[in-house]
């Protein structure tokens, strides 16, 4: 008799070999662009911006340039919208607005080493959420996957280095880490009435007016200026960073990210996620002048050994399970 576990009914079908390659690849594109964020907003932080601000302006500008091509999307199946709305505000509110709430919090107490490093602790939630909810022990490839991955995560952040502890900020991280998890979730769940562009513009649009709504309420400090950066090595005007922000790490890396999260399943998509790290890394070197350390370079080697073996044990499950359930060959006609 056939049995649905959790992770099955978590995560989305295995794709086909080359729709699996090609989700891969539109998973490192998403963690390239996201990890882009962090030089743009640095640079207008520097400038006088302060963070609430910035994710403001970054998720309601970002809503609205998708907003005329996901109209477009839903013309004469605006009902899709009625069908989806519990999905759409749960993601803007958590999974876009609640990681950046939580994070920015656990920033104002911790180092920014730490407080990543307790975000990026999804992928290794989301295996032990799995494990709970299905009563399955992982298989060794992915726990030494989760191992190597979170290894090589704490080398790229240099927690090893001086870093701040503090109760609540780790609470906040722990937080973040949690709306990211329920971020995969719902981006890799198989919608055919919801298209990644139509959840990513709703859940923008949300999570931008959330933001909103904190800094009005003055629970957010928020400022902003037009005072020119610094970024790439020239003094450029505000608006290129913002544009930046906005169109490649907000945008691009959204409709991407919930691509790839359909195509490989939540477990797989949050492990490549964790290249974003390293992206982020390399950016600030090219963009901000702040060269990696040999030990982040080698932190980087290990996070993409950690997906490799995550993912390639995510391509042996089926042919296992194929395995388990042919009958045994019988001997001598038995």
């Not at 390239?32 to 970054?58: I, M, N, Y």
């Not at 981006?187 to 931008?208: C, I, Y």
């Not at 007016?209 to 005007?237: E, K, R, Y």
Request: charged share 10%; with cysteine.
């Amino acid at each position: 008799m056939a049995s649905t576990t959790a992770e099955q009914r978590t995560q989305t079908a295995l794709p086909r070999p080359g729709s699996a390659a090609a989700g891969v690849g539109i998973a490192l594109a998403s963690s390239a662009v996201f990890g882009l964020s962090g030089s743009f907003a640095k640079a207008l932080l520097e400038s006088g911006w302060t963070p609430a601000s910035a994710v403001a302006v970054r998720m309601v500008a970002a809503a609205l340039v998708l907003s005329l091509p996901a109209a477009i999307m839903l013309r004469g199946r605006w009902h899709q919208l009625q069908k989806n709305w519990k999905t759409i505000v749960l993601f803007g509110l958590i999974g876009v607005a609640g990681c950046q709430l939580f994070y920015f919090n656990a920033v104002a107490t911790l180092s920014v080493g730490v407080a990543l490093l307790l975000e990026f602790l999804a992928p290794v939630l989301i295996v032990l959420w799995l494990w709970l909810t299905s009563r399955r022990m992982p298989r060794p490839a992915t726990i030494a996957g989760t191992v190597l991955a979170v290894a090589g995560l704490m080398l790229v952040l240099d927690v090893f280095g001086p870093v701040k502890l503090d109760l609540a900020g780790v609470l906040w991280g722990l937080g973040a880490a949690v709306c990211l998890v329920v971020y995969f979730f719902i981006t890799a769940k198989q919608n055919d009435s919801l298209p990644p562009l139509v959840l990513a513009a709703g859940g923008l649009l949300v999570g931008g007016a959330a933001i909103v709504v904190l800094g009005a309420v003055q629970i957010l400090p928020m400022a902003f200026s037009t005072a020119d950066v610094q970024l790439a090595g020239w003094n450029t005007q505000w608006w290129v960073p913002l544009a930046g922000l906005v169109l490649l790490s907000t945008v691009l890396s959204y409709v991407t990210g919930i691509m790839a999260a359909r195509a490989l399943g939540s477990k797989v998509a949050s492990f490549v996620s964790l290249t974003e790290v390293l992206f982020a890394v390399i950016w600030a070197w090219l963009l901000l002048g702040e060269l990696p350390a040999i030990i982040q370079l080698l932190g980087g080697a290990l996070i993409v050994g950690g997906v490799i073996l995550v993912r390639s044990d995510e391509l042996r499950g089926p042919k296992l399970a194929r395995r388990r359930r042919q009958p045994a060959p019988r001997v001598n006609g038995h």
